[in-house]
Each structure stands twice: as C-alpha cells, then as structure tokens.
C-alpha cells in the first residue's frame, strides 16, 4: 500500500503497502530531508546480483528479548517504581478465557497511576490499559483497537515505546502488534492474574512464519500495587515491556528563545517565543507562542503548516541556523486528509504524535531521544513554514540548552536491581536493526555502480525494526513523467541525475514468507487473503501442476513497483472530480486486468476490482482488491505506464456507496452501489495527457536487485538463491504483465 508524504504536506513521498488504509509515518520517515541521502556500505557485484555490506552500525544494534524463564517484577515506591529480576513464578491454572477485553475487579481496587482501579482493559497484544486514552492520541492507529494499547501501523518498535506515555495509564507485558489467540483472566482476593497464549501472525504476505508459534507470557497485579511479569515461553524476540503510568505534569523550565516580531510574516507563524520545560523528569515540552492566535483545528487554512524544532548536539555548537549540522528535529505539521478535519501532529524520535494547539500556543512533548541521551548541552533552534513553501518563513537562531534534570525513562530491564530508581516510568523497547532511510539505499547503490537502475528491490539475511515483513516503496519518479498524478521530485536526494524512478523502502528478509517458492508442506490453509486459499487453483491452471514460484514475492514487486505511476489519478465527471483512489484503486472501481498473470480473472494489482453488473442495482465482486495471489495491471494502469494508448482503454466505472448484499453460488459478495461511468477522456481532463506519450514512452527498465548483509558478513546461499529466483520471476512477471509491450531487465553492470 502506498501513502505519499505528499498528502500529509511533506517534502518527499512514501508508501506504505498491504492494507489500503493510511498509516502512520514513522518520525525518521517524516524528517529525513533533513539529511540529503548518503551512502551507508560497501557494494559489489555476484552475478546479476548486487551485493550491499552495511558500514558498522549503520542500522544501529538490535536488542532481542533476552526474559523468557524469568519473572521482573515492579515495587512501589511512593508514586515511583523499582524493578528486580528473578526466577520464573509461574501461575499454571489460568482462570477463564476472557472474552472482549473488559475486566471489573469484585474482590479488590489495584493502585496505579495514582487512583484505584477496579476495572481495565486486556489488549490481546500483550498490554493493560486503565481509563480512557486520550482523544487522538494516535492519530493513524494501525486499525480498531484491541482494547489495550495501539501504535501507528509502521512505527518503529524502538521509537514507538516512547509515544505510549502521555495517553493512557497502561503497562506492556508483552507489547507486539499482530498478535492473536485466547487470553484469561483469574481474580483472587490479594491479586489478579492475567495470562496470554498467543501466536504472532502466519502465513500472509505480511508474516514471518507459515506456522503457528507459541508465546506464553503472564502478569500478576497485587492488591499492594506491586505488578510480577512473567515470561515462561516465547518465539518472538521484539516486544515493548514496561509501565506506563501518566506523568503527574509537575514542570520545569528549562530555557526560552525570543524572537524580533516580523510584521510580514502572518501572526499565526510569527514566532515570538520557544520554550522549553522539562515535565516530572521524563518529558521534554516544547511550546511555540506566536504573535497572534494559532489556526485552530478544522480550519482547512492548517494543511501544510509546519512549526519545527531543531536540535544539533555536535560540538563546538553552532551560532546561526545556517551553520547547524540538526542532530534532530521534532515537526508540527498541518494535515488534512482524505477530506477529514484538519489537525495537528508532531513527528520526530521519541516525541508524542499529539499537539496541543491554544490561544497563541502549540505544545508537544516526548523524552529524551536516543541521539540527545548523555549529551549536557544541546543548541535548539526553529523553522516555520507556510502551506506550499518548503523554505521557512521565519528561523529563530540556534541558542545552547543545557539538559538538565530529564532522564530518559528506557532501560534494560534484566539488569535492574531494587538499587536502581525510582522510576516514574520505565520500559524497553526490544527490537531488530533500525529502518534504513530509502535515499540512503539509493544513494549507497548509485554512488558506486552508476546512474542506470529504474527501480530498486532490496533483500536481506537480517531482520528490521518492523512488524511486516513486506516492505513500502518510494522513489523521486525520475523520467519526468507527466498526466499520472504526480511529477518528479527531490532528484538530488536520491543521488540520481533523472533515471531512478522507484525502490523498496527497507529489505525483504530472506526468512520472511514471500521470500519462500511456496508454501511448505502442511501450512495451514488461511483466509482468501493467503496463498494457500488458492494453492489447489493456481496448482490446476499451472502446467507442472504447482502453483507458479515466489507468489508472495511478486504480489510485494508487482505492486510496490506498480505504485511508480498508480493510483493518484482522478477523473472529471460532468464538472465533478473525482478521486479514483487516492493512493490504490478505490475498492469499487472496475479495474480488470488486461493481462492475467495467472488467473482468467483478475482485478488490478494497485487494487480496484472486477465487478460484474446485475442489472438489479447490485453489482457482484468477482475479484477483490487485495493483491494476493499476484495479479497484473488494468488498462487503466497501462496508460499511465505509457504502455497503451488512451483509445486502447475501454470505459470503466466507480461503484460508491457499497453496501453488502449478501453472496452469490460462487462465494462472491454482492453489493449494492451507486455506479459512476469513467472514461479515459475524464481521467485526461483532470490530469492533463500522459506524457511522454505511448509513441515515446520508456519501454525498456532495468531493476538493481540488492541483497544486503551486516558489516563483515556475505549473502547466505538462501539469500543469494531466493534473491535469484526472485528476480528471474520479476522479468517474466514484468513481460507477462505488461503484454510484452516493455522490457524489463536485472542488469547491476
């Protein structure tokens, strides 16, 4: 799935892929034009292979959970905390299945973020919350919420343990997203038990594992406050542990940096003042006050405005904004998307998503990050930026900060003992190596073997920061293609001259389930979002009576490639425009393929669907818009590719307004809908021609396929065999698809 960074007002664009919702951005995500990209290893060649040796460090160090047959346990200590680690204690009678996610204590109130409960709610990814989150203080959850905590779908397990603070009372015993399986409850009258038996997710294209697994994980809450984590049996390594108790807000200031009114600059930008506070020990707030009041939230004038500070550690420290080297930034952005309200929301490491915005006011806050911790004086300065300016209209000048009095509330768990704290707040955050930044990939690769590669797919023996083992994609959308949607952009970034055009964002890892040929014998049969729902069907049409290779691998290609020109087209119908997307297909959308990869019927990679009309005002869904198994392009699609002509595209048509209408013989949902007919011509009056056109259009690509390795490492031969493999199914996808009408090559010379 792609989300541009377009929609949310940023410099740059990146898309997330697999659901068709938008996600949240991770804080490196949103802030790295702060940093032009730049090369991060060592590359050779090993065949048609290119080969990319990380520079030590350059994805930081991964942190595994290392808890399993021990137990941590958390005493008060007035409103504080201390932590110990001892042998397993372990509660073999479970109580019953709790069903939902409500528990209301009978038999006692359990003190916690300095009230007495007697009822929280269990999360079936491994977290208790108390209370009533804070209202957005997620503003683009991964999805409804399990009743305990949620993060942004991509964030970052390191950087998203430190967002959880300041919205709810909770605590995470065994925090990991995707998570599923039954979990129990057991009140006695000294303590309450809560035991979890879950599996991490399996056998979609998104997973690590085809098979279950078992993860066995327990918490004790004592009538004394005291809080027993137990950790008995469990195969994923990456969690957030830790409590979370909401900080009092007892404040201190830190430091203020004034500014000259600048009259020509509107009141609501106009900074006059930057303040800086730290809140109980652990937060960091910063407060922008402006000469006049801020735009309040719902005004669409918000899209776009950006209030940022800067933070530059490096020594001596600088005394103009020109002369920072930013070690850091926390951004204020204004997004209004999808024709949703406008508001506010903070990016940056370790700062909370929510922005409170008031009077002459923005504040947000977060703790200390990775890269500010031990560092005892910092320069702070700010940029503000206007909807539709990239550079600032105002800067307020770098000023030293001594950061004193905040500690970092993240801490290795295991090696705490009751001398150690109190803490008002204490986790960790267990985690894979950190994501890589896209320009950095580029870069890495360009700089050394030369401008000549139209996209970039990257794989891995080594496993990242992310939940998914699919990745986003992104690029600057060289060539210079115009009537898609969406021009070229931030070349420079990308250290290309005008020929790269899109990549992965992050490695595939070669363990990962579509890095696989096939399913493994036994795998478990899963929903139609699966391969193995069509492992009988696509093994019939095949003629070696197996289903074609690396499936998964080619849906993740297909698409994520497929994004370098779809879908951010809209059409004009009869003076309305209208959104085909945005992003992917809208779901009602007639977008048949008009080359099948494997199947007779199939709806577009980039989503859509194939609707068959009814003639009753129902309309029956023949194929969906997911984009397992692998499926090509719709005509729609090969316009803007510049493969076909724009009379080569038959009419199609938008169903809005869907409403399930039960199922045919077949098992294909029927909807009713509104039907909007398409043409071409609509799409060309909103967007202006494809150019160049199908007489001069690119026809011939070349595809860089990347396998990377740690410093002092080489491809393992499972990653240098499925990366082959994988790019061999690439050429022969790219051909089938696009009906022999473009070349793709895999070229790294």
Not at 529 to 548: C, N, V, W
Not at 714 to 739: C, H, K, Q
Request: negative net charge; glycine residues 10%.
């Amino acid at each position: 799935m792609k989300v541009r960074t377009g929609c949310l007002s940023l410099a740059g664009m990146l898309v997330l892929c697999g659901l068709l919702l938008c996600p949240s951005l991770s804080s490196g995500q949103e802030d790295e034009r702060i940093e032009p990209g730049h090369s991060i290893g060592k590359v050779s060649t090993q065949g048609d292979l290119i080969v990319m040796e990380l520079d030590d460090g350059a994805l930081g160090k991964a942190n595994l959970f290392d808890l399993v047959g021990h137990t941590l346990r958390f005493v008060p200590d007035g409103s504080r905390y201390r932590v110990e680690t001892g042998a397993l204690q372990w509660d073999s009678d479970f109580g019953p299945e709790l069903t939902g996610a409500e528990v209301t204590l009978h038999q006692f109130a359990f003190p916690f973020s300095g009230q007495q409960w007697t009822s929280f709610h269990v999360g079936t990814t491994g977290s208790i919350r108390f209370g009533t989150p804070e209202k957005d203080s997620n503003p683009f959850p991964r999805g409804s919420s399990d009743g305990g905590v949620s993060i942004g779908r991509f964030d970052p397990l390191a950087e998203a343990a430190s967002t959880l603070i300041d919205s709810a009372p909770a605590m995470c015993v065994f925090f990991k997203p995707r998570m599923s399986g039954p979990h129990y409850v057991k009140e006695l009258p000294d303590r309450v038990v809560i035991t979890w038996d879950v599996t991490e997710p399996f056998g979609n294209i998104q997973d690590f594992t085809w098979f279950k697994t078992t993860n066995r994980f327990q918490a004790v809450l004592d009538r004394d406050g005291s809080i027993e984590m137990s950790y008995k049996e469990l195969a994923a390594k990456d969690a957030i542990v830790g409590i979370y108790p909401v900080p009092a807000g007892a404040e201190k200031p830190l430091a203020t940096l004034s500014a000259e009114p600048h009259p020509a600059v509107a009141a609501h930008l106009d900074v006059r003042n930057l303040k800086l506070a730290v809140v109980d020990s652990v937060l960091l707030k910063v407060t922008f006050e402006t000469r006049g009041p801020v735009l309040a939230e719902g005004d669409p004038a918000v899209d776009g405005i950006t209030y940022r500070v800067l933070f530059d550690a490096h020594e001596p420290l600088p005394s103009s904004a020109d002369a920072a080297r930013p070690t850091l930034a926390w951004t204020v952005r204004g997004i209004a998307w999808r024709g949703r309200p406008s508001r506010y929301i903070a990016f940056g490491p370790g700062v909370s998503r929510r922005v409170k915005a008031a009077g002459n006011t923005i504040t947000l806050q977060g703790v200390l990050p990775t890269a500010l911790r031990g560092v005892e004086q910092v320069a702070v300065y700010a940029e503000i930026s206007a909807p539709g300016t990239p550079a600032p209209v105002e800067r307020l000048s770098p000023h030293p900060v001594r950061l004193a009095g905040i500690r970092n509330p993240e801490a290795h768990l295991s090696s705490l003992t009751r001398k150690d704290g109190p803490f008002a707040v204490v986790y960790e955050s267990f985690h894979y190596l950190s994501l890589p930044r896209p320009q950095d990939l580029s870069c890495t690769v360009i700089k050394a073997l030369g401008d000549k590669f139209d996209f970039l797919a990257y794989y891995s023996d080594f496993r990242i920061d992310n939940q998914e083992a699919g990745t986003p994609s992104d690029g600057p959308k060289g060539g210079n293609v115009m009537g898609t949607g969406e021009g070229q952009h931030d070349l420079e970034g990308y250290c290309t001259q005008g020929r790269f055009q899109w990549g992965f964002v992050q490695p595939v890892y070669v363990g990962s389930s579509q890095m696989q040929e096939r399913p493994p014998e036994g795998a478990p049969v899963g929903s139609d979002r699966d391969i193995t729902f069509y492992s009988h069907q696509l093994a019939e049409s095949s003629p070696d009576g197996k289903m074609l290779p690396y499936n998964y691998a080619m849906s993740q290609i297909g698409h994520e490639m497929g994004h370098r020109w779809s879908a951010f087209v809209s059409a004009k119908v009869n003076g309305e425009t209208v959104s085909l997307g945005p992003v992917h297909w809208a779901r009602g959308l007639q977008a048949p393929v008009a080359f099948p990869y494997q199947r007779p019927t199939e709806a577009s990679a980039m989503g859509g669907g194939v609707w068959q009309d009814n003639f009753d005002g129902t309309y029956t869904q023949l194929d969906d818009d997911y984009y397992v198994p692998a499926t090509g392009y719709s005509y729609l699609d090969l316009y803007l590719m510049g493969l076909i002509s724009a009379a080569e595209v038959p009419d199609f048509f938008l169903l809005r307004n869907l409403v399930p209408a039960g199922k045919d013989a077949n098992g294909h949902p029927i909807f009713k809908a509104d039907r909007t007919k398409v043409t071409i011509q609509d799409v060309i009056a909103a967007e202006g021609p494809r150019l160049p056109d199908v007489d001069h259009s690119q026809r011939k690509f070349n595809t860089g396929i990347v396998v990377m390795v740690e410093h002092g490492q080489s491809p393992s031969p499972e990653l240098v065999e499925r990366a082959n493999a994988i790019r061999e199914r690439w050429m022969d996808y790219w051909r089938t698809t696009t009906g022999r009408r473009a070349l793709m090559t895999t070229n790294p010379r």
